[in-house]
């Protein structure tokens, strides 16, 4: 099986196609302004696909030409000016020339980033254009356009957005899909940049949204594979390759369940397993697999342990519940298309869909309603899902609960109205629930009786739905064609009155089973509360009776007022002790404190070594500066012999070739002169003369000859024509003798030319000639002298320049020595302060560090001054408070002394009513248990789920403080248990709840008539918990479980 890297690679290499072509079709003639005719070259432009016309004349092409030669090396030349412009074969030869230069400008990247855009706009090509273009034929170009490019995609160039869809963009988009996919691991490819993954993905949304065969393309080159590892790679990239992936699902339609089974067979499900551990992909994966969930994407997902269960598992046990719920209706779809044979598997998967679609509070969302019932198909497998038994109450129970759109639910009516005929299998709550969605589609002027639809609908074009998955044998139902203004139509109405009778029934009954079943369990329950009512209320009117006074306030205020007093001493007295400490350990630490950790000895020793290693390198920087003065002189030396040679050289090449033309002349005097007087002695020479004389008179005389007969052919003379000969014919062949003849005359012209000599004149040239021959024989000689003597100074020049040179090199190798062993020296010196640079920052930052020490402790012994006046003045104030806190505490007692009688009289009142059982008083506060059928909970829920619980909680609040003891002459009640430290929906005993635990069983006599305490007896009460002396912990456990039990906020939801 192809894997994805093998995928990926096949294309990586493919060449990219031309998107920018020019042709020159033709010529036209057209005039000038100044009515001066011209011809102008017609361009045919392809235009990534799209075909336009421009026309230019030459002198556009030149001035073109011009702009573009210093940056385009290797630009043909134009064709040569000064022909005839409108003459065919210079217009055929211009044209042939003109295209080539065009071609070649196309394939040039320089003028393709020409900054004045002179061929863009010699093409009359847009800025659209120019960007895409230089991001297909230009790669240096393609970083910078990136972003650009992606504008494309807004409504203004949505004429110019064709040119994502050509091959060549397709192919170089997938090439930036595949390295963002790599996570970057080129840092040189043009996709690798900030924003480069969102600018890649809007281009790819765009050329999918172009053609179909540019998405035919795309999807070829598994663009799915490439978007979805971009997600892997980086997760936040979703937003991204979301919205190309959404074009995808807007524009294939029905074809979308075969695209995503094909990226499912490449390895895709491998892919979204991935995707479907991260939490913000799961959702996107579970709408995009509903999208598609036909038989052909579902049997990816039915090997039992394959990774296509275990994407269905991750998806139940997501945390976001709208994911979830999806996930259970992709694993109800297969449970319906009978993709699990084994009855323990399809058990199972039944199983955790029921799990799931018990509670689907999430469905109320609506956008999860959208995307349940968004596309015709999703209809098809919700009605599937209706013909099973097992599944229809908990997808109609889902429908209940998502409400979809009434004009959406209205397609499926027929599928629901036929669960009301008393279908075989179907429970009363299924038909409860079909009845309810109905009821919904009714109540919004939908049509509860459209006829039930089948899959075989689906290639009809229609909205539609299904009553199960096609299977074999599986035959279309009858559907009635109603749409628009037709369904308007008497005939529509009358259509639908047939039935009505028995649907209307069908569906009143489901309703009212649903609505006796759901009164009678609100009875049951009513009654169940009914005991507790009785009870509570019969408490009640015995004990709130009307509550002595209290004033709690003073005390409270004065040991308010005492505890802050106390609490800021202690806190004083600790911050004075904390302080106290510090400063004794900061003392200690400074006494034995040292800068840093390294040995001073060590330091020293490294600081020495450093030292010695400078100067080492300063000596040697004395002997490189000496070097290199000697080299400088070596240099200048082997330099100015060197200027010798050369100057030798240069005078010998002289010498050269002046000896070479001399020589030359000379041979050239004498060989003419030779000539000359070879000329001078030709014999015959007059007779030649009289010959070529005759002959130039022979030759006239022809042509005379033939003037008057062409004159009499002219005149229409017939004697001088043959046979079948015409008059045009015999002036051709007198033209053609004719022009024979005047061709004879030059050459006998020119023979006579060169017979017209003097002999004499010749040999006094010729001597002239010679003579000059002799005199620059002379010259050679002189120069021959002179240029042995260069010669002779050249080589020694030669010998002292490479002497010079040796010395050079050497000078130069000398230096070059000192200077490696410099740079080794100077870099172990680096070396040694780089080491020796953190000890000597360290030692530094230690004096620093102890310094800022030293000062601290000068600060911190000033603030322990100020601490120790702080605890002296919260002493003075805790002696204070301390003293009306005793007398508010002698107050208080008295008064809860008077309260302790009054609680004692209530509690012993009995209640009218008893419990059969305490069970039975559990349910009564306690929210009703959930009932198999979700819906059945939240439409009768219980009488006193919000009102029972107060009145108990009144009782909490005045039952908390009541005594355990009484006085001598009032029997004792039964011992009270203790209130739980937490509120429960469960009511005990109402005798059990008369009084808090741990109040002392009696106040002495001499306590209450006391008003003044000593020092011990005080103490003692100070470290007492008031909240149990005095009752307060029943009243703060009643205030908490009244908050317990107290109806939330949002009561009115579930």
Request: include cysteine; charged fraction near 25%.
């Amino acid at each position: 099986m192809l894997s994805t890297d093998d995928f990926d690679a096949s294309f990586g290499s493919a060449p990219v196609a031309p998107c920018i072509t020019v042709r020159i079709v033709r010529t036209e003639e057209q005039m000038s302004v100044l009515m001066q005719r011209f011809t102008a070259y017609v361009i045919e432009v392809n235009d990534f696909g799209r075909m336009k016309e421009c026309s230019h004349r030459y002198s556009e092409f030149e001035t073109l030409h011009k702009a573009l030669m210093p940056f385009c090396p290797g630009l043909p030349a134009m064709p040569p000016k000064g022909a005839d412009g409108t003459d065919s074969a210079v217009i055929a030869a211009r044209k042939g020339e003109l295209e080539k230069i065009l071609r070649f400008l196309l394939a040039s990247s320089e003028a393709l980033m020409d900054k004045e855009l002179n061929l863009w706009k010699f093409l009359e090509m847009g800025n659209p254009s120019v960007i895409v273009g230089r991001f297909v034929m230009v790669p240096r170009a393609r970083p910078i356009v990136l972003k650009t490019m992606a504008k494309l995609n807004d409504d203004k160039y949505k004429d110019d957005v064709y040119r994502l869809g050509h091959s060549s963009v397709l192919d170089l988009l997938m090439e930036g899909l595949r390295e963002t996919r790599r996570g970057g691991s080129s840092d040189s490819h043009w996709a690798v940049q900030s924003g480069g993954t969102s600018a890649l993905c809007q281009l790819v949304a765009g050329a999918l949204g172009t053609t179909q065969d540019a998405r035919d393309r795309l999807l070829d080159l598994d663009v799915i594979t490439a978007l979805l590892g971009i997600v892997q790679t980086e997760e936040s990239a979703l937003d991204d390759a979301r919205p190309a992936l959404n074009v995808i699902v807007a524009r294939e339609g029905e074809r979308l369940p075969g695209i995503v089974s094909r990226f499912l067979m490449r390895g895709g499900v491998a892919q979204l397993l991935d995707l479907v551990q991260r939490p913000k992909c799961q959702e996107f994966v579970a709408k995009l697999l509903w999208l598609a969930w036909d038989a052909s994407t579902r049997s990816a997902f039915a090997q039992p342990g394959g990774q296509g269960l275990k994407v269905l598992q991750t998806l139940l046990r997501s945390s976001t519940a709208s994911c979830s719920l999806l996930g259970a209706v992709l694993l109800a779809g297969m449970v319906a298309g009978g993709e699990f044979q084994e009855p323990s598997h399809r058990a199972e998967a039944l199983r955790l869909v029921t799990m799931t679609l018990e509670r689907p509070e999430a469905a109320k969302e609506p956008t999860f309603a959208k995307t349940l019932c968004g596309g015709a198909s999703s209809l098809v497998r919700l009605a599937a899902m209706l013909e099973d038994p097992d599944l229809a109450p908990l997808v109609l129970n889902l429908l209940c609960t998502a409400k979809p759109p009434a004009n959406k639910l209205g397609q499926i009516s027929g599928n629901l109205a036929s669960l009301l005929k008393g279908s075989t299998g179907h429970s009363e709550q299924t038909r409860a629930r079909a009845a309810e969605l109905l009821l919904h589609i009714q109540g919004s002027g939908g049509s509860p009786t459209a006829a039930p639809v089948s899959q075989s609908m689906l290639s009809n074009g229609d909205v539609y739905s299904s009553g199960g998955y096609p299977g074999p044998g599986s035959a279309p139902r009858p559907q009635t064609q109603a749409a628009g203004s037709a369904r308007s139509s008497i005939n529509d109405l009358l259509e639908r009155c047939e039935g009505i009778a028995a649907h209307e029934e069908s569906m009143e009954a489901a309703l009212r089973t649903q609505l006796e079943e759901g009164v009678a369990k609100g009875c049951q329950a009513l009654e169940q509360h009914a005991m507790g009512v009785r009870e509570v209320s019969a408490m009640s009117q015995h004990r709130l009776k009307e509550l002595p006074a209290l004033n709690f306030q003073s005390f409270e205020r004065a040991m308010s007022e005492f505890k802050t007093a106390r609490e800021a001493l202690a806190r004083d007295v600790k911050r004075a002790e904390g302080l106290h400490d510090t400063i004794e350990r900061q003392l200690k630490d400074l006494q034995t404190a040292r800068p840093s950790s390294v040995d001073p000895h060590l330091f020293k020793e490294k600081l020495l070594q450093a030292e010695r290693l400078y100067a080492e390198v300063k000596s040697q920087r004395e002997a490189l500066a000496s070097a290199e003065a000697e080299a400088r002189e070596a240099s200048s030396r082997s330099e100015a012999s060197s200027s010798k040679l050369r100057s030798s050289g240069d005078a010998v090449k002289r010498y050269d070739s002046e000896l070479q033309q001399l020589r030359t002349q000379r041979t050239q005097k004498e060989t003419e002169a030779a000539q000359l007087r070879s000329k001078a002695n030709m014999p015959g020479l007059m007779d030649m003369k009289q010959q070529a004389q005759e002959n130039i008179e022979r030759n006239l005389a022809e042509a005379k000859q033939l003037q008057v007969i062409g004159q009499r052919v002219q005149q229409g003379d017939p004697d001088y024509l043959r046979d079948g000969e015409t008059r045009e014919q015999k002036i051709a062949e007198l033209t053609s003798k004719l022009a024979e003849l005047k061709r004879q005359h030059q050459v006998l012209l020119q023979k006579q030319k060169e017979y017209d000599i003097d002999p004499v004149g010749l040999s006094d040239k010729a001597s002239r000639l010679e003579n000059e021959a002799a005199e620059l024989d002379i010259r050679i000689h002189g120069l021959e002298d002179k240029l042995r003597e260069v010669e002779r100074t050249r080589a020694e020049a030669s010998g002292e320049s490479m002497r010079d040179s040796e010395d050079a090199r050497i000078a130069k190798d000398r230096r070059s020595s000192l200077q490696a062993r410099l740079s080794s020296m100077e870099q172990e010196v680096k070396v040694q302060l780089s080491s020796l640079q953190p000890m000597i920052q360290d030692q530094h930052s230690g004096w620093q560090r102890l310094l800022e020490k030293q000062k601290k402790l000068d600060d911190d012994q000033y603030n322990l001054v100020a601490r120790l006046a702080d605890s002296r003045r919260a002493a003075e104030e805790e002696a204070r408070t301390r003293d009306n806190a005793a007398g508010a505490v002698q107050d208080l007692v008295q008064s809860l002394l008077g309260y302790a009688s009054f609680l004692e009289q209530c509690s012993g009142d009995p209640l009218p009513v008893a419990y059969s059982a305490p069970s039975a008083a559990i349910p009564a506060l306690a929210p009703a248990a959930p009932s198999p059928d979700p819906f059945q909970a939240e439409t009768s829920p219980s009488c006193f789920a919000e009102t029972s619980p107060s009145c108990f909680e009144e009782d909490f609040e005045q039952a908390a403080p009541a005594p355990t003891a009484a006085p001598a002459a009032t029997p004792a009640p039964a011992p009270a248990a203790a209130p739980a430290p937490a509120p429960a929906p469960a009511l005990a005993e109402p005798a059990a709840v008369a009084a808090p635990a741990a109040v002392p069983a009696a106040v002495p006599e001499a306590a209450v008539e006391s008003t003044t305490m000593n020092d011990d007896d005080f103490d003692a009460f100070l470290k007492e918990d008031l909240t149990v002396s005095f009752g307060l912990e029943g009243r703060e456990a009643s205030d908490a479980g009244q908050a317990a039990l107290a109806p939330p906020d949002d009561a009115d939801t579930l």
